[in-house]
Nanobody
């Protein structure tokens, strides 16, 4: 099994900052949190930022220069530092993790429950 837990969301004014955390754990092998996605009301879920084992990161164009994804390998946790927040950043932010199950099959679609981010004055 894989457990993915996000935290750090909240209400913030435009121009403000938030830091999200995502911790992954469980009994499967090679569990690793991989990225942040968000889903705005009435829209599909989209990738915001990802980080791979080598530490290489990628970002959606809409957040480049404002968001930073980082990792604490010892805690098996990734973070999303969000600065200069805009109303269009509002949505539920989800973290996904990858893991290898008991049969050795690798999947990267283990999701947490999400954390709400609302940017509003």
């Amino acid at each position: 099994q894989v457990h993915v837990v996000e935290s750090g969301g909240g209400l913030v004014q435009p121009g403000g900052s938030l830091r999200l955390s995502c911790a992954a754990s469980g009994s499967f092998g090679s569990i690793r949190p991989m990225g942040w996605h968000r889903q705005a009301p009435g829209k599909e879920r989209e990738l915001v930022a990802g980080i791979i084992l080598a530490g290489i990161t990628n970002y959606a164009d809409s957040v480049k220069g404002r968001f930073t994804i980082s990792r604490d390998s010892a805690k098996n946790t990734i973070y999303l530092q969000m600065n200069s927040l805009k109303p269009e950043d509002t949505g539920v932010y989800y973290c996904n993790a990858g893991a290898r199950d008991y049969r050795g099959t690798y999947r990267d679609d283990y999701w947490g429950q999400g954390t709400q981010v609302t940017v509003s004055s």
